[in-house]
Structures are given as structure tokens and as C-alpha cells.
Nanobody, 123 residues
């Protein structure tokens, strides 16, 4: 199971750090991804990190502003969000996949999702 937290209300230009805590002993073997869904819009990919934390990949819309990291000892993946914009407002979800490729290209195939945490960026 995955438990996302850290969302809240922030002004444009501000920062937030989301956390996604996983239960289970196999967390370190999974790639992890962050996704978001804004009101009235489809879910979109935000970023992904491989099992080791050595490789990351981001959507163009968040590149250079967001950073994904993980602490396998704590079974937790993070999403550091800087320079937030009103268009970043969404419910953010974490998900686990067998590889970064699956997370990035086949999110519909991911079967382990967190419950979502709401991020609201005011202008």
C-alpha cells in the first residue's frame, strides 16, 4: 500500500514536499511515479524514479522545478516541488511499477496507487 501526504495550500512561487510512504518489504525493488489530476482534466504523468534512485525522468511541464527522490531505508519516495504555479493545482498520486519504463509509458497498467494528496497553488 502507498500513502501520499504533504499536500496543502501554497502561494505561487512557493514550495511543497510530498511524501509517499510504502508498506511492504519489496519497496526498494519498484520504480515509483508521481501523477496528478487537475479538476476536469485527465490524470497526467509528473515524474518517475527507478528502484535505486539513480535515475529520474520528468514531464516537461515540471522539469527543473520538481525533484523526485527516495529513501529505501524509510520506504518513502518524495516529490519536492519548487516555483509552484497555479496550473500545478491538482490531486497528486504516487504509484509503483516494475520499471521506470512501465511507470512512464503504461500508467494504466500500474496496480498500486496512493490515495492522493491535494495541492492548491494560489495566484
Amino acid at each position: 500500500q502507498l500513502q501520499a501526504s504533504g499536500g496543502g495550500l501554497v502561494q505561487a512561487g512557493g514550495s511543497l514536499r510530498l511524501s509517499c510512504a510504502a508498506s511492504g518489504r519489496t519497496f526498494s525493488t519498484y520504480a515509483m511515479g508521481w501523477f496528478r489530476q487537475a479538476p476536469g482534466k485527465e490524470r497526467e504523468f509528473v515524474g518517475a524514479i527507478d528502484w535505486s534512485g539513480g535515475n529520474t525522468y520528468y514531464a516537461d511541464s515540471v522539469k527543473d522545478r520538481f525533484t523526485i527522490s527516495r529513501d529505501n531505508a524509510k520506504n518513502t519516495v518524495y516529490l519536492q516541488m519548487n516555483s509552484l504555479k497555479p496550473e500545478d493545482t491538482a490531486v497528486y498520486y504516487c504509484a509503483a511499477g516494475s520499471s521506470m519504463l512501465v511507470v512512464i509509458t503504461r500508467p494504466h497498467a500500474l496496480d498500486v496507487w496512493g490515495q492522493g494528496t491535494l495541492v492548491t497553488v494560489s495566484s
